[in-house]
């Protein structure tokens, strides 16, 4: 069980990222950050936390920035995957005082039951423990591994830069704690938190295409086609206050971060390509800041 909870913190797939107005910036996942006082460029790259390390090689200009910074930023610091499993864990057990009978009817309970002794081999008996955003989380791993199961999930992009950074023996920064994105995830109440659940588990077809497209989508580096997406109808729509936790705030935080963490060295910076996009997204928010932000071709 602890292995399993190792990746699903990073994970934000399409029906739990905030919607956005789209962007002109768009058609790269590489960009240089350079001006407003920067000595030297930083680069920031959009990754997608379950896609193989082999498709970097596609990218144009990736190494030889990555190279060329002399600090890697993630969205947190990966080194220490048994402590930040174990926080993970902690936080996302049940209350002692509510069960997942009092979040759900007899029947979605079944359904929920059903589903994951399909998928794991054991229901609630087994993960009732846990709170309903860390058997979501954790399905929807599982089941982006049935769909694709050439993926290396030990080797994710985030990591890889990490541990090329450690090989260079260069710092590693995190721009948030594995608390701040429990806490992203955790907004929603149980009962809310369970229902998604009932709603995913009911609508998986609709999960299916929607991670097909963005896949393609991430393939041609269309951050603009990825901002229209998230706009488009969902069966399981998020709340704002959801969208706004898990997307829009954690852009501000890192926004108010990024420029000394530039100013200090020039850094190659990698976050999951969504917070990239749309007016709310990091290419803007830098070149509000006053930085000249510019597609690596």
């Known amino acids: 069980m602890k292995k399993i909870f190792l990746i699903p913190i990073l994970i934000f797939f399409v029906n739990t990222v905030s919607a956005q107005e789209s962007s002109e910036k768009t058609g790269a996942l590489l960009w240089e950050i350079s001006g407003n006082g920067l000595t030297q ?15 970097l090689d596609s990218v144009a200009g990736l ?59 054991t229901g609630l008996q087994t993960f009732g423990i846990y709170k309903p955003f860390m058997v979501s989380m954790t399905y929807t791993i599982v ?26 023996r260069i710092s590693v920064l995190g721009l948030e704690t594995a608390q701040d994105q429990i806490n992203a995830l955790d907004v929603a109440s149980l009962k809310r938190q ?3 659940l009932v709603c995913a588990l009911k609508n998986t077809d609709y999960t299916e295409l929607s991670v097909v497209k963005m896949n ?7 951050l603009t086609g990825l901002s229209e997406m998230l706009r488009e109808e969902s069966p399981c729509p ?46 803007v928010g830098l070149e509000k800041a006053g930085y000249t932000v510019k597609a690596v071709e």
């Open 41 to 55: 460029s930083s680069y920031i790259f959009g990754t997608h936390h379950l896609f193989p390390i082999s498709f």
């Open 63 to 121: 190494k030889e920035a990555f190279a060329s910074c002399e600090q890697m930023v993630g969205e947190l610091v990966l080194r220490d995957m048994t402590a930040l499993s174990l926080e993970l864990q902690k936080s996302g057990m049940m209350p002692k005082d509510t069960t997942w009978q009092m979040l759900l009817s007899e029947d979605d309970y079944r359904i929920v039951d059903e589903q994951l002794k399909a998928v794991f081999g």
């Open 143 to 168: 089941f982006y591994q049935k769909m694709f199961p050439q993926i290396n999930m030990s080797e994710a992009p985030d990591m890889w830069f990490q541990q090329q950074a450690a090989n260079r």
């Open 194 to 196: 369970a229902a998604d």
């Open 216 to 222: 393609r989508l991430y393939r041609s580096a269309d």
């Open 238 to 283: 998020m709340s704002a206050d959801q969208e706004a936790a898990i997307n829009d705030a954690r852009n501000h935080r890192w926004l108010e971060k990024l420029p000394a963490i530039m100013a200090d060295k020039p850094s190659f910076v990698a976050v999951g390509c969504l917070h990239l996009a749309g007016e709310a997204g990091l290419l």
